[in-house]
C-alpha cells in the first residue's frame, strides 16, 4: 500500500471523519499544538541559548539540562499527540502538503542534531559543563537547533495556506513533485 | 462604543497592505507564533522557578535576571507583529469575543509582569517568600495562558 493510499484510506475512517467536520475539537487540538509550542520550543530555547553561553551562564549546562529536559519531554509528547491528531483529521491534504513535508525533513535534521549532540557533544559534557563559553561543537548544536525550530514552526503554520495545494493547478513542475501531486495529463 | 475607532483602524494603510497580499498575513503570523515560542520560553523559565520547579536549585533573581533581555525582545516581537495582524481585520476582532477576552487579559498580564511579578522576581528571599513566589508565578502562568489561548481562538472565530 503506498503512503497516499494509506492516507487515503485514512481519510474514510470514521475517527478522521469525526475530527475533521467537528466544531470544537479540532480547534481545541490544534490550539494544543500551539500552547504546548510555548512549553517544548520556548524551554528549548532557552536550552540552545544556555548552550550558545547567551543567558544563565553561572548554571552547569548539565544541570539545565536536567531540571528541563522532563519538560521539554512532556511538552514535546502533547505537540506530537496533537500533531497526528491533527494530521489524522485532514490526512490526504497534508501528505501532499510541501510545507508538511518541508516540516518533516526539518524535524528529522534536528532529530539528528539532537543525536549528534547526544552522543558527541554530551558525552564529553564535564570537560566544559561550567565554561564560560561553551565549545564550538555545543555552540552549533545550539545554533542549528534554534534555526530548524523556528523553520519547523514557521514551515508548520503555512500547512494551513493553500497556495500551493494540488487541486489548485497549474503548479510548477517542482511543486507537483515535492508535494507528490497526481497531475492529469494529456 | 468603540466601532468607530475599529473602522478608522480599517483605513489605515498598513492594513491594507497586508491585506492586499497573499503572503504578508501568513508571514506576519509566523514571526508571531516564533516570538510566542521565545516569550513561553523565557517567561516558563522564571515562572517554573517561580513555583518551585524546572531549575528549583537556583536563585529566582539570577534566572529572572538573564531571562528579562529576552521577554522584552520577544514582547516587542508580539507587539509589532499584532499590530499589522489586528489592522488587516479590525471589524473581525471587533466582533470576536475572543479578541476581547485576549486585549483585556493582555493588559492585565503585562501590568502584572512588570510590577508585582517583576518586584517578586527582585525580592531577597526571606521569611514567607516561597509561597508568595509560588502564587505570583502560578497566577503569571495562568494569565499568559490565557493570552495565547484566546489568541489562537481568534482564528477560529
Known amino acids: ?186 | 462604543m468603540l466601532l468607530p475607532f475599529f473602522q478608522w483602524c480599517e483605513t489605515l494603510w498598513l492594513g491594507q497592505f497586508v491585506v492586499g497580499s497573499n503572503w504578508l498575513f501568513p508571514v506576519i503570523e509566523s514571526v508571531h507564533l516564533l516570538g510566542l515560542a521565545l516569550l513561553g520560553g523565557s517567561i516558563l523559565i522564571v515562572d517554573m522557578r517561580l513555583v518551585g520547579i524546572g531549575l528549583s536549585g537556583r536563585e529566582v533573581k539570577e534566572i529572572a535576571r538573564d531571562a528579562r533581555p529576552y521577554m522584552n525582545f520577544a514582547l516587542v516581537m508580539m507587539i509589532s507583529t499584532g499590530i499589522p495582524l489586528f489592522l488587516s481585520e479590525p471589524i473581525k476582532c471587533y466582533y470576536s469575543p475572543a479578541f476581547w477576552v485576549k486585549m483585556w487579559t493582555l493588559a492585565i498580564a503585562l501590568i502584572y509582569t512588570y510590577t508585582i511579578r517583576t518586584k517578586t522576581t527582585r525580592m531577597e528571599l526571606v521569611h514567607n517568600t516561597a509561597r508568595r513566589q509560588m502564587l505570583v508565578g502560578a497566577l503569571s502562568m495562568a494569565l499568559w495562558f490565557t493570552v495565547a489561548s484566546a489568541g489562537r481562538w481568534i482564528g477560529f472565530s
Open chain 1, 1 to 186: 500500500m503506498s503512503l497516499l493510499a494509506f492516507c487515503e484510506w485514512l481519510a474514510a475512517t470514521e475517527g478522521s471523519i469525526a475530527l475533521h467536520e467537528s466544531l470544537y475539537m479540532y480547534p481545541l487540538v490544534e490550539s494544543a499544538h500551539v500552547l504546548a509550542l510555548c512549553l517544548f520550543v520556548g524551554l528549548a530555547t532557552i536550552l540552545d541559548l544556555r548552550l550558545l553561553s547567551r543567558l544563565l551562564r553561572d548554571v552547569p549546562v548539565s544541570q539545565v539540562i536536567a531540571r528541563l529536559l522532563p519538560w521539554t519531554i512532556g511538552g514535546f509528547v502533547v505537540m506530537v499527540i496533537t500533531g497526528v491528531l491533527l494530521f489524522y483529521a485532514i490526512p490526504i491534504r497534508t501528505y501532499q502538503s510541501v510545507w508538511f513535508r518541508a516540516k518533516v525533513i526539518f524535524l528529522i535534521l534536528a532529530g539528528i542534531n539532537v543525536y549528534y549532540f547526544h552522543t558527541r557533544v554530551e558525552t564529553r559534557i564535564a570537560e566544559w559543563d561550567t565554561a564560560v563559553i561553551t565549545p564550538k561543537a555545543a555552540r552549533r548544536a545550539g545554533l542549528f537547533s534554534l534555526i530548524l525550530w523556528a523553520c519547523i514552526i514557521v514551515a508548520g503554520r503555512f500547512i494551513a495556506y493553500n497556495w500551493f495545494d494540488c487541486d489548485i493547478q497549474p503548479q510548477s513542475a517542482f511543486v507537483n513533485w515535492f508535494a507528490g501531486c497526481v497531475v492529469a495529463t494529456d
